[in-house]
């Protein structure tokens, strides 16, 4: 056996301890549990005439309907909260993989019921919830980590587009019809079409639609990039955006959550400047006397005058 100098077993006596300690240290961290998080259960919600907001679940994935088809799904405060409150019990219910997002009756939603909502937007405030709640627009802390599938038919305007806009894969009936029409109201997209839109079609594309107030088809959607798949049927809509829906959950979780995350990366620091200030900007002109002739044009049937003032 050769000789080792008692400098060279010491040396590789520390590097074998260190080795070792490096181990338990890292065994030590995996089994650590990670922070708690809030763990809830996202409850059925049986379709009913008094019922805004339906959740079916159907395993590791929930159906999420708007449902107040009397006035084409707009969306009251009081809907927008329970929306919002579905939203984090499905972003915290560790069964749930992935959300579908659907309308009910003959559209997706036409956007933002304006004499429900008019007072609270003036006022620069949005209805207190008991109990938590996540923006179903991403424009607020917190946002989610898992993903969201949006099905549209019918008609899909303003908030309504806005929240197709805010998902992670949208599938359209060949029925939809699009639309940002807010300028022609003395209002304009302040639910982030004017920094998704332009993101996901392009500064032409998204100010074609928004500067006019023009609707726009499902295979013009499909055309700019915002529609990933359409369906001949509001019926197979939705069949494929849940088959979409199955095909995530089967994936991996932690794998899923990562790809948003990353993503997210890059897309929320370019975006959360122009996002944090639609609230105030949107409010601001629910005050102008445009704002005021377009519901008076609106509610007399006649073609607004516009003052800029």
């Known amino acids: 056996m050769p000789n080792r100098s008692p400098k060279v077993v010491g040396r590789r006596a520390l590097l074998k301890r260190t080795a070792l300690l490096a181990v338990a240290a890292t065994a030590r961290a995996q089994g ?13 919600a049986p379709l009913g005439s008094s019922v805004t907001v339906t959740v ?74 008991t109990a938590p709640t996540l923006d179903p627009l991403g424009n607020s802390e917190p946002r989610r980590s898992k993903p969201v599938v949006v099905v549209a038919h019918g008609d899909t305007w303003n908030l309504g587009h806005e929240i197709y806009l805010a998902s992670d894969i949208r599938v359209a009936a060949a029925n939809t019809r699009f639309g940002q029409d807010e300028n022609t109201h003395g209002r304009f997209p302040g639910g982030g079409a004017t920094v998704r839109f332009v993101r996901e079609a392009g500064w032409g594309n998204a100010m074609r639609y928004m500067l006019t107030g023009d609707h726009w088809s499902a295979e013009e959607s499909y055309r700019m990039g915002i529609t ?9 809509a939705l069949e494929a955006g849940t088959a979409m829906a199955r095909t995530i959950a089967a994936c991996a979780p932690l794998s899923i959550k990562a790809t948003l995350a990353s993503a997210h990366q890059y897309v929320d620091p370019v975006e959360a400047d122009a996002l944090s200030k639609l609230g105030a900007q949107y409010s601001a002109l629910y005050r102008t006397g ?11 049937g006649r073609p607004p005058r516009y003052q800029g003032k």
């Open 32 to 44: 650590q549990a990670p922070p708690a998080e809030p763990v809830t259960t996202l409850a059925d």
């Open 56 to 129: 079916e679940r159907r395993g590791d994935i929930v159906l999420v309907g708007l449902n107040r088809p009397f006035i084409q799904n707009r969306l009251d405060p009081p809907t927008r909260t329970r929306l919002a409150e579905a939203f984090y019990q499905y972003e915290h219910d560790p069964s749930l993989r992935a959300l579908v997002l659907f309308g009910h009756g003959e559209h997706f939603s036409r956007g933002i019921d304006v004499d429900a909502s008019q007072a609270a937007i003036i006022a620069g405030q949005r209805p207190a919830s």
């Open 228 to 236: 990933q798949q359409i369906a001949a049927t509001p019926e197979a």
């Open 290 to 300: 445009d704002f005021i002739e377009g519901r008076r044009a609106e509610a007399e």
